[in-house]
């Protein structure tokens, strides 16, 4: 009988090839790609995978502690601005960004007559953090201000557009988006960065400070400032690139090239603002985050005045479902990392995956991957479809209402399970764990931020209230879900989707409550929300899945939808200890090591009793 991936044969989670070890994300893109796409993009993941498991995760652990340096000026006094980076992070920025982690979903790769869906970004996204969430983040932002770009310019930026969506390196410039004020934080109508329109140079000047400036010295910088006489709040913001280099649009942006070749900018060719010093973080070390001094620093405004916020948002989408993935992938290497040392690790006489307690977590830290895959790329499959429909010129409002609900959720849930996760993958390497020579330290440092990065928990769910509130959100949140569970018949399925089922009519008439109770009372009970809806949106979508998976002869994600729907949604006498529920033994090579399961065993592998 096959028993799966045998992970007792790695030493490491590294020098080998993530996308073929990661049967979750294949699984998941088969099913969100149309056949022709993934008939493209296989042979491409698994070159990217086998590329990020040796060559961008070697780099990643020297760049952590040998990270980009600033110098502010140059040895005369003047203000150059100049970034240092070490030789290792400069080969893998050339690496990934010529497979076309961005490119590829705005210009047609190689091969194809049209780009790729967004949701192809996301999952190199998802590949690239096994290795580097740090780096991942300015690859984020590059997509995101192509995106913009891609939506509002109005063709007078193109030379932008081309360098952030660029697949040969030497002509790519990289995105940014400079949000955080000092005294504004969420609050972003709270911002005091100023826009004076300058009749003698034909362009903007901006003053004022931001705060937390992460891909400090990008060429292709967001950032939102107030002109004169707007109003004030978010509805008086306009969208602004502000280039590291003065801004030429007849030469065009200072690309990668340019800096290799030419080194630090001469002082006339800096934009007038000063990068006052980067962050000592605590994790994402790869990615340069700063404090950023605007004086008189020469702007183009992008798409019209005062409309800055709803374009950011628009950013901001793309960037939650980026966290998202992210966290997805800090998730699956701090997995892979623990079933490898489990698999090797002897206490007692045996490997410590062989004892019931490290099967239970190994078990259920699988199925939390397993959940927070399906949950993100659902999510990144209607993203992709949104946008695809808009450059087609067809109406996807229906769309984006849910996903006004499913992007914040999807972020808030899945950075919080990276950083449980990492914690716990931590423990499971013991002492190693907590040393900076193992990768846990760093997963668990990388993993921290996600839960701040564009917008924390709180703010999230305050942002999920005002999708139920001004977009109607539930009504296609409740199809969706009616539809899932509708497609569900298998008899072994009949436990879970009963409670799945019963826990959506408790859902409704929790969402009911809320719409009646007022706004502090809405607010009070928001986060909580947001995690229900999620447990059971990501239930309906285990199992509609499982069910497909069964027709075709596999019975793993029925245990899978099934552990999940015990975890999340059931209610145990005694907690569950008098249940006598062995699942985690019985089914610890299908869910750990993706062992297939002949659907006509699973009434042993589940128990007699369900």
């Given amino acids: 009988m096959d028993a799966g991936i045998d992970y007792g044969r790695f030493d490491e989670g590294r020098g080998i090839n993530y996308w073929k070890l990661d049967h979750t994300i294949r699984r998941e893109l088969r099913r969100s790609y149309t056949e022709d796409e993934f008939e493209w993009a296989e042979s491409r993941l698994a070159e990217f995978g086998d590329l990020v498991g040796h060559t961008i995760a070697d780099n990643a652990d020297y760049i952590d502690d040998h ?34 982690i961005v490119a590829d979903a705005f210009d047609a790769p190689p091969g194809r007559d049209e780009p790729m869906p967004l949701s192809h970004n996301l999952a190199m996204q998802y590949l690239l953090c096994y290795a580097d969430p740090g780096f991942d983040c300015p690859v984020a932002m590059t997509a995101g201000a192509a995106l913009v770009l891609e939506k509002f310019d109005d063709g007078s930026l193109s030379a932008y557009y081309e360098g952030l969506t660029s697949r040969n390196y030497n002509d790519l410039i990289e995105g940014a988006m400079f949000l955080t004020e000092k005294q504004g934080g969420s609050d972003v109508g709270a911002n005091e960065t100023r826009a004076e329109y300058d009749e003698d140079e034909g362009c ?34 306009s969208m602004f690139l502000v280039p590291h280099a003065y801004p030429d649009l007849e030469s065009g942006p200072y690309t990668k090239g340019d800096r290799l070749e030419d080194g630090p900018l001469a002082p006339e060719a800096v934009n007038d603002q000063l990068y ?63 079933k490898t040392y489990a698999a090797n690790r002897d206490a007692f006489g045996d490997t410590i995956d062989q004892y019931p307690l490290m099967r239970a977590d190994l078990v259920d830290m699988a199925v939390d991957h397993e959940a927070a895959v399906a949950y993100v790329f659902e999510t990144a499959r209607l993203f992709s479809a949104r946008e695809r429909a808009e450059r087609a010129g067809r109406d996807a409002d229906e769309t984006y209402r849910l996903l006004r609900l499913l992007i914040p959720i999807a972020k808030l849930r899945t950075a919080r399970m990276a950083v449980e996760t990492a914690s716990y993958g931590m423990e499971i390497h013991g002492g190693n764990g907590y040393v900076n020579d193992f990768v846990t330290n760093r997963l668990l440092r990388d993993a921290q931020v996600l839960p701040i990065w564009e917008g924390t928990e709180n703010i999230l769910s305050l942002d999920v209230l005002r999708a139920l509130e001004r ?135 589940i128990g007699v009793d369900d």
């Fill in 67 to 100: 990270g980009p340096e600033l110098e502010p000026y140059d040895k005369h006094g003047e203000v150059h601005n100049y970034v240092r980076y070490p030789a290792e992070q400069l080969e893998n920025e050339r690496l990934v960004y010529e497979m076309g």
């Fill in 204 to 237: 903007w000047r901006l003053d004022g400070e931001k705060w937390f400036c992460s891909n400090i010295d990008a060429e292709g910088t967001l950032a939102l400032a107030r002109t004169d006489d707007a109003p004030e709040g978010t509805a008086g913001l």
């Fill in 276 to 338: 006052r010093r980067l962050k000592d973080k605590l994790g994402t070390i790869s990615v340069p985050t700063g404090e950023v001094e605007f004086d008189g620093t020469k702007a183009l405004l992008v798409g019209e005045q005062e409309r800055g916020f709803k374009q950011m948002a628009e950013m901001l989408n793309l960037e939650r479902l980026s966290n998202a993935a992210a966290s997805c992938g800090i998730i699956g290497r701090v997995l892979l990392e623990s």
């Fill in 471 to 605: 977009e109607d959100a539930h009504e296609p949140l409740f199809e969706t879900i009616e539809d899932r569970l509708a497609s569900v018949s298998h008899p072994t399925l009949a436990g879970p989707a009963e409670t799945v089922e019963a826990e959506y009519h408790d859902l409704a008439g929790a969402l009911a409550t809320l719409a009646t109770e007022d706004a502090e009372y809405a607010q009070l009970r928001a986060k909580e929300l947001a995690h229900y809806v999620f447990d059971v949106f990501t239930a309906a979508q285990l199992l509609e899945q499982a069910q497909t998976q069964l027709e075709a002869g596999n019975g793993r994600l029925a245990l899978v939808a099934r552990r999940f729907v015990a975890n999340e949604l059931e209610t145990r006498d005694a907690r569950g200890i008098a249940s006598g529920d062995q699942l985690a033994l019985k089914a610890f090579d299908s869910i750990v090591r993706y062992a297939p399961v002949d659907p006509e065993t699973l009434t042993e592998t």
